[in-house]
T-cell receptor
Framework: DTGVSQDPRHKITKRGQNVTFRCDPISEHNRLYWYRQTLGQGPEFLTYFQNEAQLEKSRLLSDRFSAERPKGSFSTLEIQRTEQGDSAMYLC???????????????FGPGTRLTVL | AQTVTQSQPEMSVQEAETVTLSCTYDTSENNYYLFWYKQPPSRQMILVIRQEAYKQQNATENRFSVNFQKAAKSFSLKISDSQLGDTAMYFCAFMNYGGSQGNLIFGKGTKLSVKP
């Protein structure tokens, strides 16, 4: 399977702990996106990378959140000092850089479900 | 800021019948993309259909078609010959046109149940 993969699929942590999620995009995709989805809501954009450069960050991405994509391949999303409000599904997606010839379709991973107790 | 509104939290349809899911959006941009994504229970999100705003012709993909009304900022999804496997959350999404813009803006979703 060469789709987008995420690890872990589920994470339960206590309030105040740090957590880190990993996303492996489709290998030829140079764009990688992070979204957060809470129950009953659509995904909300957090940040995205083009290769290793972080090009855009949402206001939702507080100082406790940091994302990296050091070699332009996999990405990590770290949440420091977790709060109960951080409980959500964290989705990763990847795409090619869109051009007139290349579609901007984003391919999503299965997500990491975070529960903060 | 762009917004996407899906006014139908839940819908149901009998197998083999047709159902239409509604979506409206708000933007001041002239060039953009619109998408419908499907999220089956406990499975990952997949693209159903996309529409470029500069194209007047409505997109179709097999049993799925859209009714794109640019002036009304409306983008509905029609599913014909509904199948049990169509049961899922359906999200309407907006994306600005342009190389530096990348993120999707999603609506809250419509939960579709296809009944046998």
């Amino acid at each position: 399977d060469t789709g987008v993969s995420q690890d872990p699929r589920h994470k339960i942590t206590k309030r105040g702990q740090n957590v880190t999620f990993r996303c492996d995009p489709i290998s030829e995709h140079n764009r990688l996106y992070w979204y957060r989805q809470t129950l009953g809501q659509g995904p909300e954009f957090l940040t995205y990378f083009q290769n290793e450069a972080q090009l855009e960050k949402s206001r939702l991405l507080s100082d406790r959140f940091s994302a990296e994509r050091p070699k332009g391949s996999f990405s990590t999303l770290e949440i420091q000092r977790t709060e109960q409000g951080d409980s959500a599904m964290y989705l990763c997606a990847s795409s090619l850089r869109p051009t007139v010839q290349v579609s901007n379709e984003q391919f999503f991973g299965p997500g990491t479900r975070l529960t903060v107790l | 800021a762009q917004t996407v509104t899906q006014s139908q939290p839940e819908m149901s349809v009998q197998e083999a019948e047709t159902v239409t899911l509604s979506c409206t959006y708000d933007t001041s941009e002239n060039n953009y993309y619109l998408f419908w994504y499907k999220q089956p229970p406990s499975r990952q999100m997949i693209l159903v259909i996309r529409q470029e705003a500069y194209k007047q012709q409505n997109a179709t993909e097999n049993r799925f078609s859209v009714n794109f009304q640019k002036a009304a900022k409306s983008f509905s999804l029609k599913i014909s010959d509904s199948q049990l496997g169509d049961t899922a959350m359906y999200f309407c999404a907006f994306m600005n046109y342009g190389g530096s813009q990348g993120n999707l803006i999603f609506g809250k979703g419509t939960k579709l149940s296809v009944k046998p």
